[in-house]
């Protein structure tokens, strides 16, 4: 199973991804958590883009393709994985469509889960108090928001013109909202 899960900053995403990897045991692959680790070891690329993310921007298309492609290519991704924070542009879109053809994978499954903004921007203040991430304030948290519907938007487009996109709804218990993922990905 090879899966794109899109939406907006504090749709569950990350929570949702956790499930979905553990029923189909497959590996969660995170863009989010794979930069935050680079931060926190102080490696080049850490220090590249902290400041980038820490602003609520996206850091370049190139990095993070470059990032994906050494993830993908580990043994552990050969029967499938789940792709969370990533195509967060149509370049990266493009470029993923690119890469996973060189790999010989089939049609990916995307998943976009829905979450009204006003919402969203609750459950991210909410999480503010237990989260370590320098992004959860509620100034960069609608920066990030902002950016999701100029840049990350269009790539549900991107792929609905395609065929592959099932929209679900993200608002619910985290079980109503794992429900309704599973019974689109055995569709
Ligand atoms: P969120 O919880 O807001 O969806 P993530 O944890 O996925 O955020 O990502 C945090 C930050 O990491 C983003 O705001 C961005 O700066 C950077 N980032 C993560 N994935 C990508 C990507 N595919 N392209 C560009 N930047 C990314």
Redesign the pocket.
């Known amino acids: 199973m090879q899966i794109v899960l899109l939406g907006p900053?504090g749709a569950g995403?990350g929570t949702q991804a956790t499930k979905i990897c553990e029923k189909y045991a497959i590996p969660h692959i995170?863009?989010?958590d794979m930069?935050r680790q680079q931060v926190a070891s102080g490696s080049p690329l850490g220090n590249k883009v902290k400041s980038?993310?820490d602003s609520?921007?996206?850091?370049t298309d190139d990095v993070?393709m470059q990032v994906v492609e050494a993830r993908l290519s580990q043994p552990d991704c050969k029967n499938g994985f789940l792709l969370d924070?990533?195509?967060?542009t149509v370049a990266?879109a493009e470029s993923l469509g690119t890469l996973l053809l060189k790999m010989g994978a089939p049609k990916l499954k995307v998943l976009q889960i829905n979450v009204p903004d006003t919402v969203l921007l609750e459950r991210i203040q909410g999480r503010q108090g237990q989260s370590s991430r320098s992004?959860d304030t509620a100034e960069v948290a609608s920066k990030?928001l902002k950016v999701y519907w100029e840049q990350t938007a269009p790539v549900a487009s991107y792929y609905e013109q395609r065929g592959n996109l099932v929209v679900l709804d993200g608002v619910g218990a985290v079980d109503e909202v794992f429900h309704r993922i599973t019974t689109a990905l055995s569709a």
């Open positions: 900053p995403k995170s863009t989010g930069l980038i993310m609520g921007e996206l850091v993070i924070g990533i195509p967060r990266q992004d990030r």
